[in-house]
């Protein structure tokens, strides 16, 4: 987004950037004009052009405010479980929800226009060097014996960018979620 700071956002631009979330993840971004996306979200374009100067300011805008949330909800997640199995895969459950919601359109979107792609890519990599914390404090503690914390934010990062190709989910016949909610209860169990 343009200026436009999260915690600077009017009431009115955020009920915008949430009803325009909406819409995307139902049925993606890349074939809607910003005359489209004004009336989808019953505003004009006026305000979309205040939360950014073009129509991929506004794109990147809300896909950026997309993960950005569901890494706040990660964190929360694993903040409240007790235990590295219970932490990894509450952080990965703030995913699979959110990615539940989303339709192939959408994810086809995002993966397949360089912006959201990269905003994607950065905010995998913040979830790789959360998830390589969460593993530090779990061998502090002595719960992880094994390995580098490091080490096992890298593999758990593999197996997360694997399952974020289209091509693979279809192959194996699972939905993103589905996938992220299998690899979590996964880690739960053979992480320690």
């Known amino acids: 987004m343009s200026?436009?700071?999260?915690?600077?956002?009017?009431?009115r631009q955020a009920d915008v950037l949430n009803a325009l979330q909406e819409v995307f993840l139902a049925e993606g971004f890349r074939h809607l004009t910003i005359g489209?996306?004004?009336?989808?979200?019953?505003?004009?374009r006026r305000t979309l052009y205040q939360l950014g100067q073009s129509k991929e300011e506004v794109v990147v805008g809300v896909i950026d405010r997309f993960f950005n949330g569901m890494g706040k909800d990660a964190l929360r997640r694993a903040q409240d479980a007790a235990g590295v199995h219970d932490q990894?895969?509450?952080?990965?459950?703030?995913?699979?929800?959110?990615?539940?919601?989303?339709?192939?359109?959408?994810?086809?979107?995002?993966?397949n226009y360089a912006p959201t792609r990269h905003v994607y890519d950065r905010h995998q990599e913040i979830a790789i060097r959360e998830l390589e914390s969460i593993?530090?404090?779990?061998?502090?503690?002595?719960?992880?014996?094994?390995?580098?914390?490091?080490?096992?934010?890298?593999?758990?990062?593999a197996v997360i960018r694997r399952l974020r190709d289209p091509e693979v989910l279809d192959r194996v016949g699972a939905s993103r979620g589905d996938a992220l909610e299998l690899f979590g209860h996964f880690c739960r169990r053979g992480l320690a």
């Open 3 to 11: 200026d436009v700071r999260p915690n600077l956002l009017s009431a």
């Open 36 to 44: 489209d996306m004004a009336g989808l979200a019953h505003t004009s």
């Open 88 to 111: 990894i895969e509450a952080y990965l459950s703030a995913s699979v929800e959110r990615n539940r919601r989303a339709s192939r359109q959408f994810i086809h979107d995002v993966e």
């Open 135 to 157: 593993v530090r404090k779990a061998m502090q503690r002595g719960e992880v014996t094994e390995g580098t914390p490091a080490l096992w934010a890298e593999m758990l990062g």
